[in-house]
């Protein structure tokens, strides 16, 4: 028998996105996403101290680079809205591009860093859970900005549209799940015995919760983006 069907995006079955409250909250966690990134950041740095070692500069381009460079170019996007005022989509995409290109060039950076600091201490590499989670985070990285490179130059490649509106469903999964492996990477840092030694207590269960709430916001804007339609029938 025929129905009327209609779509509604994922989280609009109870109707709680015309509810101003609901919309306000999700602006505000969004907020509080940009905030978060941003204060890590600057927080890790200073207990960084860079300057007075090698390895000080490690957590400093990490910290750039993931807490900060990735989160706000993923969040450029939001629905709910990002600081940086873009009025067209092509505007966003070339900062998001922008903002990638400074996670690759500090990554790169703070693992030049993190090898010299090892080659002149004299000690073994990869012999950590977050050495190894920060190799397959890097490599996820360049991966991730390849297939970029693909969506943003279709023509050059001769892709069909079919193909490209693909990789574009592709690159923005694949995103998420490198975005979560950055957090993984950043939090078992936090279980490390150089920040375990710098910061205890209270402070330190904090900060080993902090990066989580970036990542829930990002993968809620990208599911919420990208998962296929709820199917509605009358």
Known sequence: ????????????????????LYVWLRRAAVIAAHVTGLGLTLIISLLS?????????????????????????????????????FKSRKGKVRFHW????????AAATGLGFM?????VSELPHLVTWHSLLGVC?????????????CVI???????????????????????????LLATVTVVSAMLSDWFQATVKGLAWWAFLLLPLF?????????????????KITS
Request: aromatic share 10%; glycine share 6%; with cysteine.
């Open 153 to 179: 130059f279709p023509k050059l490649l001769h892709l069909s549209s079919p193909l490209r509106l693909k990789l574009k469903l592709y690159h923005a999964t694949c995103g998420l799940v490198v975005y």
């Open 1 to 20: 028998m025929p129905s009327d069907v209609e779509y509604s995006p994922v989280g609009e079955g109870l109707g709680m996105k015309d509810f101003w």
């Open 214 to 230: 970036p990542a829930l916001v990002v993968m809620n804007q990208i599911t919420n983006a990208f998962l296929p339609r709820k």
């Open 115 to 119: 090898v010299a600091s090892k080659n």
């Open 49 to 85: 101290r860079p300057g007075t070692s090698l390895f000080s500069w490690h957590p400093v381009c990490m910290s750039v680079a993931y807490c900060l460079c990735m989160t706000e170019g993923i969040l450029l996007f939001s629905a709910e809205g990002s600081p940086f005022c």
């Open 137 to 149: 985070t890097l490599a996820a990285t360049a991966l991730q900005a390849a297939c970029g490179i």
């Open 98 to 105: 922008f903002c990638q290109a400074l996670v690759l060039i």
